[in-house]
């Protein structure tokens, strides 16, 4: 084959890899938005879950973490 022929195999074949890298990105990206939306629910239920199971007040701050109270050295 002639160089000129090789050129021209590949320009013709560069809207095919177009094509199939836009699908591939696209379902890649659909997987991982739906994989993240699992997640989320998982989490939410766990929450709801846990709510649930404490009797905790619909607003209350939880878990409520207190500062560290900083230890003085006695001498």
């Given at each position: 084959?002639?160089?000129?022929?090789?050129?021209?195999?590949?320009?013709?074949?560069?809207?095919?890899?177009?094509?199939?890298?836009?699908?591939?990105?696209?379902?890649?990206?659909?997987s991982i938005k739906?994989?993240?939306?699992?997640?989320?629910?998982?989490?939410?239920?766990?929450?709801?879950?846990?709510?649930?199971?404490?009797?905790?007040?619909?607003?209350?701050?939880?878990?409520?973490?207190?500062?560290?109270?900083?230890?003085?050295?006695?001498?």
């Open positions: 084959m002639e160089p000129w022929q090789i050129l021209l195999i590949c320009i013709l074949m560069l809207p095919a890899f177009y094509i199939i890298n836009y699908r591939y990105v696209t379902r890649r990206a659909k739906e994989r993240e939306e699992k997640i989320e629910h998982a989490v939410a239920a766990s929450v709801a879950r846990s709510f649930a199971a404490k009797g905790i007040k619909r607003y209350d701050s939880w878990p409520q973490y207190s500062q560290k109270r900083r230890r003085r050295d006695r001498i």
